[in-house]
């Protein structure tokens, strides 16, 4: 059952609610079309870009020619042309179809989450948005994104997977595969092409089994036929079909909560003082947490609270670690892109 999105308007809408607002071109609300665009976006072509503007782009949030062209391009998507309309207005029947047509570029995104997956919008859930968004800055990032692993990677990471860019090597992506076998697995030998269930036992022993199991290319290190290489074409295409699968997002979407969540837990054996506890403070450096190895923002944060001294703010510890931060671009987006709120503490529960 689809939760709410914390936006009044696009509720009323999805419900029906009698004299709910449709959105129109050139809305005046900024905040309701920046959230239709993200999930307007995921419904664009994999490898078309319909230029749909994001979160810290200049156009986004404003119903403009670029949105109009990509409304209409999904209204009348397998409509006759006697039958196209061009009434780019998000009605409640447009934005039913937005949520009930399955997604081929299907994204963490506010509105996906809530009315699609039924996932309610904690704080946790948020990040999860806001992290996977940065993730697909960098081509990674997004529910059915599946990146090989890359010429001059020598760690062994193999493919990279799914929202936070989960690792083939970190065996994270095979416990998520496991996961979701166990729940459905014809559905898993349909959407792989495994002829049966010897099939996928093999596969699965191989994805579970992490970098033990990969050559430094990211190809299979035991010379097993029933091992794939995840690398290949074929294979890469495969998984990308299995990211489409709502089942399966909602196994990458819980495994991202619970990911920001022991990250949290861990801030919070190091900053027993919580001197970082707002939306903002936690959700940037819960980021950055999943950007470096556990032990690593350990020191950090321990390096910059002795060099601040005695009892520094939350504001001066992000400021530190921002100067010297090798993620300029996605810490500048947590920095003054995201509006998260700063007078409210963050809560992990979901």
Known sequence: MSKPTGNDRIDSLFAGTAGSQPIVYHDADTVAVGLVQELLECHQKPGVSLAIPRRNARQFGKFGPVSKKAVLAFKNEGQKPVDFTKDPTIDTTTLRLLVGRPATTPRAVPLYLALVLDQALGDCARLACLTSLQEEQAAYGGFATCIKQQPDDSEKTGVSF????????????????DQFHANSPARFRELLGLKDEAAATALLDHAK???????????????????????????LRKLRTLGCERAFQKIQLATAISDLQAYFQALRTYDAAKRIHSVWGVSYW?????????????????????????????????????????????????????????????????
């Open 286 to 350: 819960l980021d950055v947490a999943d950007q470096v190895e556990p032990e690593a923002i350990r020191k950090v944060y321990t390096r910059i609270v002795t060099q601040l001294g005695s009892n520094p703010t939350e504001d001066a510890i992000i400021q530190a670690q921002y100067a010297k931060s090798e993620f300029k671009a996605r810490r500048e987006f947590f920095m003054n892109g995201t509006g998260l709120p700063k007078g409210r503490d963050f809560d992990p529960s979901g």
């Open 209 to 235: 089994a992490g970098a033990d199991h990969l050559q430094d290319d990211g190809s299979p290190v035991i010379h097993n036929p029933s091992y794939p290489n995840f690398q290949e074409r074929t294979w």
């Open 162 to 177: 799914g929202l936070l860019n989960w690792t083939q090597g970190s065996k994270r992506f095979g416990n998520m595969l």
